[in-house]
């Protein structure tokens, strides 16, 4: 028995100063998807989560260019992306906006790595990660943004459900559906920016969503789903860094799998609950 | 509610004057001129695409007229809840995390900022709206599961509970049945009349609503034309709104309207 913990929870596991900083940046980022996640899956909104973080690679290779800071590349491209989404998107508008923008942030993110000297591992850190590869500085910008997402969702939580999921009776009551979408896409746009570099671009979005979509599946009324999802996140990263640190294989490879099952599980629970729920 | 002041039947709450609607570049709605009075329940029927929807969509906002205006009372539009609305359609995905009393309550306080504390109070003003509706026995029923009317029944709760001096609803009876129909009808004419809430309500049936409207709003050809059921179900009247002549036909207690394109059946004790 003490050998098997021995081998799950090697020395240095929670120790090592680069795993203490990927434990708190990974919990952090954690609890951000889920917040955010929630309401993206609520809204039906999970292209949007999946390309805001996607755009901003293209900060983060900007920032590499110029020298500049990774986090403000980051936030500075989702901010435009995500803002350009929600404007330029029509409300008869299904996703078109959203691919072409993300396509555009793409095409820059492509043509600063060529003009600067960008070298693969940073390309590929943005790209899937680097959760054990997170500096002190960083962690403590991704706290900040953690902090002041939760604090946004704090406030804007009721009206933001209620427009997500009634936007007509919520709109008579003088909850702007475009207002509304707007402050949701720059929550979107945080989320993004804190993800980034630690989960990466390409894998933030099975944080975001993955757990938000199984808690749905889970939870029954709105809080409870809510905390569902930040309670599998959490577990899912855990988990991830966990099995990394074991392996020695990529933590976003791990995150991708973890959120996915519970998917997986999700899913199956509600065929357990309602068996004619597919069959519609 | 709205206990202690009387309504005054005489009251203007809302006022349309020359109210033109072009939507995609199609004139929907054209000199609506309508006042409509405090604690009075208004049937609101015509022909599909005749603009029903539309018009409660301007008088909440969402829509803006070409021309004309839309005046609340002084001081009307302002409050928190001011408008109770139910849309024609609704359908909430599935997978949804919210029940049936989950969407109720945030007819109480869904626009107001932050968390709700929850509460028994709060609770037991979900549960009486849940009970105006007859909807208690699926309070725990996430919304994407339930039917139709089940649903309509909860958003007349939800639109009730904000206490609202106007009450717009888009076809609240599609869906219904008998039973719920007459109790939906009850519900919202003990609202007007009882506690001077003015009530839109648009149906393809006047029948279920006869013992409790006040007026009649007939709309038809982008044109409106309001009073009471036998002054506005005239061929003259109806004729002027379709823009060609057209017959009202009494047979066994039921009116027809007869034109060239279309025949509006409109059930009327006559
Ligand atoms: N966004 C829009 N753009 C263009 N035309 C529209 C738009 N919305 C509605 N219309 C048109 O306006 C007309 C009135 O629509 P509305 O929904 O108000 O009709 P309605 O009387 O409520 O009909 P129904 O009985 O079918 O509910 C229709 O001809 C419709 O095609
Ligand atoms: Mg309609």
């Not at chain 2, 005749?50 to 839309?70: C, D, E, H, N, Q």
């Not at chain 2, 076809?171 to 519900?187: F, K």
Request: proline residues 4%; contains cysteine; charged residues 15%.
């Amino acid at each position: 028995m003490m050998h098997v913990l021995g081998l799950l929870f090697p020395p240095g596991l929670l120790t090592a100063p680069f795993m203490q900083n990927a434990w708190i940046s990974g919990s952090a980022v954690a609890i951000l998807s889920a917040l955010v996640g929630f309401f993206a899956v609520l809204r039906g909104a999970t292209f949007v989560a999946h390309a805001v973080p996607r755009a901003s690679f293209a900060g983060a290779a900007g920032a590499a260019l110029v020298g500049g800071d990774t986090l403000l590349g980051l936030g500075i491209f989702s901010a435009i992306s995500a803002l350009g989404i929600a404007f330029l998107t029509s409300r008869r508008d299904r996703g078109q906006i959203t691919a072409l923008v993300l396509a555009a942030a793409l095409g820059l993110g492509a043509l600063f790595l060529a003009l600067g000297d960008a070298y693969a591992p940073q390309v590929y850190a943005l790209l899937f990660g680097q959760i054990v590869g997170i500096s002190r500085a960083d962690v403590l910008g991704i706290l900040g943004l953690t902090g002041l997402t939760a604090a946004a969702v704090a406030v804007l939580y009721r009206p933001l459900l209620f427009v997500s999921v009634a936007p007509d009776v919520a709109e008579a009551r003088g909850v702007s559906r475009h207002r509304f979408n707007v402050l949701f896409l720059l929550l979107v746009a945080l989320s993004a920016t804190a993800a980034v570099p630690v989960v990466g671009a390409l894998l933030s979005f099975s944080l975001m969503v993955g757990p938000a979509a199984a808690a749905s599946y889970f939870g029954r009324s709105p809080a409870s789903a809510l905390w569902l999802s930040v309670a599998i996140g959490l577990v899912s990263v855990w988990l991830a860094l966990v099995l990394a640190y074991d392996t020695g294989m990529p933590v976003g490879f791990f995150v991708a799998v973890v959120t996915a099952a519970f998917y997986g599980l999700g899913r199956l629970w509600a065929l357990t609950a309602d068996p004619l729920a597919d069959a519609a | 509610m709205k206990g202690l002041e009387l309504p005054r039947a005489d009251q203007t709450i809302l006022d349309l004057e020359g109210v033109r609607v072009e939507l995609g570049g199609k004139v929907v709605l054209r000199d609506i001129d309508v006042a409509l009075r405090r604690g009075e329940l208004v049937g609101v029927i015509g022909p599909n695409g005749a603009g029903k929807s539309t018009l409660l969509k301007v008088i909440l906002g969402f829509i803006r007229p070409s021309a004309g205006a839309v005046r609340f009372a002084q001081g009307q539009r302002a409050g928190r809840g001011a408008i109770g609305y139910v849309p024609q359609s609704f359908s909430p995905d599935p997978d949804l995390p919210l029940r049936a009393r989950d969407l109720v309550a945030l007819g109480i306080d869904g626009d107001r900022w932050g968390f709700s504390l929850g509460g028994a109070r709060r609770r037991a003003a979900v549960d009486e709206a849940l009970a105006w509706v007859d909807a208690l026995s699926y309070a725990e029923q996430p919304v994407g599961r339930l039917s139709g009317g089940e649903l309509q029944r909860l958003l007349v709760a939800q639109a009730l509970i904000a206490e609202p001096d106007t009450l717009l609803l888009d076809e609240p009876l599609a869906n219904l049945d008998l039973r719920s129909q007459d109790e939906i009808v009850g519900l919202v004419g003990r609202v007007a009349h009882e506690r001077g809430v003015t009530v839109m309500l648009v149906t393809h049936d006047m029948n279920p609503i006869l013992g409790v409207m006040d007026r009649l709003l007939y709309l038809a050809g982008g044109r409106a034309a309001l009073g009471t059921p036998d002054e506005v179900v005239r061929a003259e009247v109806l004729g002027a709104l379709y823009g060609h002549h057209v017959d009202v036909l009494r047979v066994h207690g039921r009116i027809l309207v007869v034109g060239a394109a279309e025949v509006e059946s409109l059930t009327c004790e006559a």
